[in-house]
């Protein structure tokens, strides 16, 4: 096989796993979405906030340490234990819940049949104030978190593709376990939504919010439970941009990247979220292997937007998102 | 007592359509005027113009180009960013190319070839609306800002991929470049605020204005009843990016001296314009005023608060900010959704009827 090709399969693979953290991120985007007709732009900064959170009752760190130090002229910065990951991915989620809670009930309640773009921009506000938040709770610096999933060149798959085509592939081994968990995120979010009371009430109300209502379901605790869950995703691609890359402002960047995904799969489809996430990641690896001779690299910042840009003309509902029907 | 329209006869349909049709309010808006021209070049000093007065009035053209699009139009943008970088480039590239245009000019045109890309990227609105269109013009944003990093040309091959303006002069005082007053740049940002002001205001209520406005009540309805969408779109974000570009041009050419693509543009520019415009209130000129003026005055005076007179860190003030700032597009969003400009409606209102109840 010519050198070539083999480089682009590689670059290929490496989209793929890529692409799953993007539809890790899009994921919570679509969950929102789907119940509440709420465009969550702060998904990037919740898995952002999620991560800190983590790795600051990982390390014991004092919450607003910063802040009360300023106040009150006192030096206090951890408490001194650190937690085991699970108990802290326990706590973790027990924050995000809260924090759906609370966003809940003093937020979306008061934005009751508001325009689209209204609540969207109060995501967006949101965002700004999580971002503050997480900033002055846990300190801005880069922080490393280790979840204990091994990281660096995954050994069998450089052995296997060395036995096939005689050139070993590089693939992250962080970057399997994050497409392995993400798959088992996927699967029991389809479980739960298909066999448990709380799931079924879930798509009764993606279907319809008046009918749900009308058979007794509680929008205000479906709405809770949703923004529950999207926290629950946020803490796991949080988890592993963070173990990747280190915990920092960048992670909610992420976020932007996951527009383009919802773009090509639609705005209300699960597996859609998955397969745009694949698609971009793979189309951005390949275009910048073979345009960077061209044009220069960097292109990975805008061919996801450009790409969804292209597509949107042709099916603006994106690949399995519901038909757009307008009425005056 | 003093705020009253009671012997403030109209006799013609003009005056009856007037921008303030107030006596009152007219006489406010001429003191306004007569004092940012005649009184502020005397008292103006250097900290005053970089910290508040000028960002002030160049983000508040950018807030009135966003307000044009998305508060008349309703078309949402969040490549503000990259279109006043766009307008700063061209700024840049048309002040080296002809060294003896006046930079008045200069500034125009770098609207005008903003004007050109706003409409190339508002083409997708044809087709799509509301987050569909929010994503396509992030794709603006990112790309636009990785061309002008990425391709040596628009900044003329400078070794630090920077672009730095050079002096120019308007009736002999420098108003860019390192020898610019800043009384001079003052009066430049000013002479085009209240022309674009005066702009936006005649444009956005006359039959642009109102088609605009159809278009963003009801789209399909506006099309029914005879508004072309192509052209009322596109002609929004034509004007939308005209007023950006020369917001960008003056950022850069008056304000900056120098700037790069990715670090003065960035995506918090667009979130900024944008923010400003939610505050200020959505579909008013005075609101896009009251926005700019609320999140340029505002951070500085937080700065100052906390930071000079508490003594904290700068960069715990600096996430305090962010937080407030994020807190207020709540807060304003749940509690007046038409932002300060109907705030002041309100209390106008109230003023008229004072101290009567009703």
């Not at chain 1, 702060?42 to 390390?59: D, I, K, P, R, Y």
């Not at chain 1, 798959?157 to 968990?181: P, V």
């Not at chain 2, 160049?58 to 009135?64: E, H, K």
């Not at chain 2, 192509?230 to 001296?257: D, E, P, Q």
Request: glycine share 10%; hydrophobic share 60%; charged share 10%.
């Amino acid at each position: 096989m010519p050198d070539t090709l083999l480089f682009a399969m590689e670059a290929a693979l490496n989209g793929l796993t890529a692409g799953v953290m993007y539809a890790l991120v899009a994921l919570g985007f679509v969950l929102i979405f789907k119940a509440s007709g709420i465009f969550n732009f702060a998904q990037g900064v919740m898995a952002l906030f999620a991560a800190l959170t983590l790795v600051g009752l990982q390390s014991g760190q004092v919450p607003f340490s910063h802040l009360i130090n300023a106040i009150f002229g006192t030096r206090i910065h951890h408490f001194g234990w650190t937690m085991p990951t699970l108990v802290a991915i326990i706590g973790t989620v027990l924050v995000m819940v809260a924090f759906a809670w609370l966003v809940e009930r003093f937020i979306f309640r008061h934005l009751v049949n508001q325009e689209p773009i209204i609540l969207f921009m109060a995501t967006i506000g949101l965002a700004y104030f999580l971002e503050g938040l997480g900033d002055i709770m846990w300190g801005a610096e880069v922080k490393r978190l280790d979840v204990g999933i091994p990281q660096g060149m995954s050994g069998p798959i450089d052995d296997l593709t060395f036995a096939w085509f005689g050139y070993g592939f590089y693939m992250d081994t962080l970057e399997l376990w994050a497409a392995l968990i993400a798959g088992v995120l996927v699967i029991s979010l389809v479980l739960f939504s298909q066999y448990t009371k709380q799931g079924r009430a879930l798509r009764a109300v993606a279907d319809d919010h008046q009918a749900a209502l009308s058979v007794g379901i509680s929008l205000r605790f479906i709405w809770v439970l949703v923004w529950s869950l999207a926290g629950i995703v946020a803490l796991v691609a949080g988890m592993m941009w963070g173990a990747k890359s280190g915990v920092q402002f960048s992670l909610s960047l992420i976020a932007l990247k996951a527009l383009p995904v919802l773009i090509l799969g639609g705005f209300t489809s699960i597996p859609g979220a998955i397969v745009g996430g694949l698609i971009i990641g793979v189309g951005e690896k390949l275009f910048d292997f073979f345009m960077q001779p061209i044009v220069g690299g960097a292109t990975e910042n805008w061919f996801a937007y450009m790409l969804a840009l292209a597509f949107l003309l042709f099916r603006p509902q994106g690949l399995f998102g519901e038909k757009i029907i307008e009425r005056v | 007592m003093i705020y009253r329209e009671a012997g403030d006869f109209k006799t013609s349909y003009g005056a009856d359509n007037q921008t303030f049709p107030i006596k009152g309010d007219r006489f406010a808006y001429y003191l306004v005027l007569a004092f940012a021209f005649l009184v502020m070049p005397f008292i103006i000093n250097d900290y005053w113009a970089n910290a508040i007065v000028v960002p002030f009035l160049i983000y508040a053209i950018a807030a009135l180009g966003l307000n044009i699009l998305l508060g008349y139009c309703g078309q949402l943008s969040l490549g503000t960013g990259a279109f006043m970088a766009c307008g700063a480039y061209a700024c840049y590239k048309l002040m080296v190319a002809f060294p003896g245009l006046n930079i008045v000019f200069v500034i125009v045109l770098a609207g005008l070839v903003t004007a050109g890309v706003g409409v190339l990227f508002g083409l997708p609105s044809l087709r799509i609306k509301g987050f569909y269109l929010a994503v396509a013009t992030l794709a603006a944003q990112f790309f636009l800002i990785w061309l002008f990093t990425r391709t040596p040309w628009f900044y003329n091959y400078s070794p630090t991929g920077m672009i730095s303006a050079p002096t120019r002069t308007v009736l002999g005082y420098p108003v860019t470049g390192p020898q610019a007053s800043a009384v001079s740049i003052y009066l430049l940002c000013l002479v085009f605020v209240v022309a674009l002001a005066w702009l936006a205001r005649n444009m956005t209520r006359g039959t642009l204005g109102r088609k605009w406005m159809a278009i963003r009540d009801m789209d399909i309805a506006a099309e029914i009843i005879g508004v072309n969408p192509l052209m009322a779109k596109l002609s929004a974000f034509a004007v939308s990016s005209f007023f950006v570009g020369i917001a960008g041009a003056l950022f850069f050419a008056a304000y900056l001296g120098a700037a790069e693509a990715g670090e003065a543009f960035g995506i918090d520019k667009s979130f900024l314009v944008l923010f400003m415009v939610i505050v200020g209130g959505l579909g008013s000129v005075l609101g896009s005023f009251l926005g700019a003026a609320f999140l340029i005055v505002g951070p500085v005076l937080l700065k100052l608060l906390l930071v000079n007179q508490l003594g904290w860190s700068s960069d715990l003030a600096a996430h305090l900010e962010i937080m407030i700032i994020g807190a207020m597009i709540i807060i304003f969003l749940i509690m007046e959704p038409h932002g300060l400009a109907a705030l002041w409606r309100t209390i106008k209102e109230k003023l008229r009827l004072w101290p009567f109840p009703h």
